[in-house]
């Protein structure tokens, strides 16, 4: 089970921290991965993490902004969202996997938490 919360409204060039916490003794085995969806858009990947934390992917989008982390001795997974846009307004899902390779696919994920509102107003 996973529990998203950090969302709220910020200006633009704003900061938010969403966290996502994991539930289960076998955090570790789990890709993660930070989806977003807008209104009238699909969901897309904006940030993945390998089990260890050693390898991450980023959407074009994201890079120099974003940063994913996790603690798994916490089984949290973090995004850190620095200099944010209006166009980063979406509804944030953390999701997970028990895969070894970094996926950003939504529908390859099998766990999703429920969401988390992030507005940026202009």
């Known amino acids: 089970q996973l529990q998203a919360s950090g969302g709220g409204l910020v200006q633009a060039g704003g900061s938010l921290r969403l966290s996502c916490a994991a539930s289960g003794r076998t955090f570790s085995r789990y890709v993660m991965g930070w989806f977003r969806q807008a209104p009238g858009k699909e969901r897309e990947c904006v940030a993945a993490?390998?089990?260890?934390?050693?390898?991450?992917w980023y959407a074009d989008s994201a890079k120099g902004r974003f940063t994913i982390s996790r603690d798994n001795a916490k089984n949290a997974v973090l995004l850190q969202m620095n200099s944010l846009k209006p166009e980063d307004t979406a509804v944030y899902y953390c999701?997970?996997?028990?895969?070894?390779?970094?996926?950003?696919?939504?529908?390859?994920?099998?766990?999703w938490g429920q969401g988390t509102l992030v507005t940026v107003s202009s």
């Open positions: 993490l390998s089990r260890s934390g050693g390898s991450t």
């Open positions: 999701a997970a996997k028990d895969f070894m390779l970094l996926i950003t696919t939504p529908r390859s994920y099998d766990y």
